[in-house]
């Protein structure tokens, strides 16, 4: 009996995505950004998460973040605030110590990223 493993029917791999994404004053913009990201990795059959760390943003982020959560499920978005701003190096270090994934991606909430690579 072989003890290797077989691939997974839709053909890729088995790896993980991890995204993490730090928010502060992103309300208007994580919604965007969050349906992107869903759509490149369902389209795409990659197995993901977008960690999210709100650096306690006044404009309601972390609200909208609760929001995507309930639509998307709490094992696609994950929240993982923390009670004030402390800065980006710190706030993906934060996100680092959560994400479960075999590869990691960093961003920013801002869209000064490309979602789907180009040529995608």
Same mark, same amino acid.
């Given at each position: 009996?072989?003890?290797?493993?077989?691939?997974?029917?839709?053909?890729? =791999? @088995?790896?993980? *995505?991890? $995204?993490?994404?730090?928010?502060?004053? +992103?309300?208007?913009?994580?919604?965007?950004?969050?349906?992107?990201?869903?759509? *490149?990795?369902? +389209?795409?059959?990659?197995?993901?998460?977008?960690? $999210?760390?709100?650096?306690?943003?006044?404009?309601?982020?972390? @609200?909208?973040?609760?929001?995507?959560?309930?639509? *998307?499920?709490?094992?696609?978005?994950?929240?993982?605030?923390?009670?004030?701003?402390?800065?980006?190096?710190?706030?993906?270090?934060?996100?680092?110590?959560?994400?479960?994934?075999?590869?990691?991606?960093?961003?920013?909430?801002?869209? =000064?990223?490309? $979602? $789907?690579?180009?040529?995608?």
């Amino acid at each position: 009996m072989s003890s290797r493993k077989s691939a997974p029917p839709s053909g890729r =791999s @088995e790896n993980k *995505y991890s $995204v993490l994404l730090p928010t502060y004053n +992103e309300r208007e913009n994580l919604p965007l950004i969050i349906w992107l990201l869903v759509k *490149y990795f369902g +389209e795409s059959g990659y197995d993901f998460e977008i960690i $999210v760390i709100d650096d306690g943003s006044p404009d309601g982020t972390l @609200e909208v973040a609760e929001q995507l959560q309930k639509i *998307y499920g709490d094992d696609k978005i994950l929240l993982r605030p923390r009670a004030k701003k402390l800065g980006l190096g710190t706030a993906y270090i934060h996100g680092l110590k959560h994400a479960t994934g075999n590869f990691i991606f960093i961003m920013d909430a801002d869209l =000064s990223h490309h $979602v $789907v690579p180009k040529g995608g």
